[in-house]
């Protein structure tokens, strides 16, 4: 009965986005998702399996070239006005305010394309786009003409002897279900009030190419000085456990992390997961590994972000040079994690952390 309650809310969630939204637009997920394809840096990354005239839905990131003008102002906010849930609205300048124009107007252009939600910072964009019916050309060539004209407002502000533009090429990130949609709309709504955590706690969100632990050089992001911390706990689970030995490994973490123990470990099993998420709620601190290392951009998500602004967290990238947007790893990558995660708890504290540059 618990199941299909779930399946009824689930369901019902659907129904509101699909009133909201309406009924088509999610691609099917392709097999051709399965091969790799080496990414090329200097380009934006398209999916080159995915087909950009099929109606779906899209989110949209534009960053501007440097040494544009800002597009808005953030408020001076008080801690207390940065709660989760706060709703904090740009003040836009007078190009930001041709921006949000613009963005209004790629419906009136293109009556196969509707704009869901956006927001205009101080440097970049973001907005969430649905594909209502097929389009005749790709979609890169229909948001073309809406980059183009952002960039003609920016060149009628000053006299120029070329034109010149205003953002770097977008990416899209293509949205497969409801709830990646809901995420989504949710994000771009906080993405004010996140920028804001950012902008007040910039020690808590640095992030670091070369961080020596030990014989190895990682990636960081996040409060480094956990490292410091005298008891950092691995966290392994082994799948061939007994429901009592992984309720036995349980309660000997969450009694190691209420004396103050630091869980470190990809967290990648669900009762690692589950592990974390109770330290996590006793007060507690987590470093976790991970496959990815960190873009020029790069902040946590979710409840991640809300951790690292209270200095409780630590991403380490032991591949630093993998910054793709999703993970690579299997089992193997998976196995050798644990392993750093091990080596880096039986290092001495006060030897553990050396950074580079």
């Known amino acids: 009965m618990e199941k299909q309650d779930g399946k009824e809310k689930q369901d019902g969630k659907k129904e509101d986005y699909i009133r909201k939204f309406g009924a088509k637009g999610f691609p099917a997920r392709n097999n051709a998702q399965q091969f790799k394809r080496e990414p090329d840096r200097s380009r934006p990354r398209r999916a080159w399996f995915h087909d950009y005239c099929a109606p779906g839905y899209y989110h949209i990131t534009a960053t501007e070239e440097d040494g544009r003008p800002a597009l808005s102002s953030l408020p001076n906010l008080s801690p207390a006005e940065l709660k989760s849930g706060s709703l904090i609205y740009p003040d836009l300048t007078e190009l930001g305010k041709k ?60 006299e120029f002897p070329e034109f010149m533009s205003l953002f770097k090429t977008f990416h899209d990130v293509i949205i497969f279900n409801h709830d990646q949609l809901e995420k989504v709309i949710a994000y771009i709504r906080d993405n004010p009030r996140r920028a804001l955590i950012k902008r007040k706690n910039p020690e808590l969100f640095r992030r670091y190419l070369h961080l020596n632990i030990g014989e190895r050089e990682y990636a960081a992001f996040g ?29 000997e973490c969450l009694r190691k992390a209420a004396y103050g123990a630091i869980p470190i470990s990809p967290f990648i099993h669900p009762a690692e997961k589950e592990i974390m998420n109770l330290a996590l709620e006793m007060g507690g601190s987590v470093i976790k590994l991970r496959d990815c290392g960190f873009e020029e951009r790069f902040k946590p998500r979710g409840r991640e972000f809300e951790i690292c602004a209270e200095g409780r967290l630590l991403l380490l990238a032991p591949w630093p040079e993998n910054v793709g947007r999703k993970s690579t790893a299997g089992y193997t990558e998976f196995h050798t994690m644990n392993d750093f995660a091990a080596a880096i708890a039986k290092m001495p504290a006060d030897t553990r952390l050396a950074i580079k540059g």
């Open 99 to 158: 921006i949000e124009t613009e963005l209004k107007s790629i419906s009136k252009f293109h009556p196969e394309l509707r704009v869901l939600q956006y927001v205009i910072m101080p440097d970049h964009i973001h907005f969430a786009l649905q594909v209502r019916t097929r389009l005749k050309r790709k979609l890169g060539y229909l948001l073309a003409g809406f980059f183009g004209a952002c960039s003609s407002h920016y060149n009628k502000m000053g």
């Open 223 to 251: 409060n480094i000085f956990l490292l410091r911390h005298y008891n950092l706990m691995p966290v392994r689970i082994h799948r061939r456990w007994s429901e009592k030995e992984f309720s036995d490994y349980k309660d």
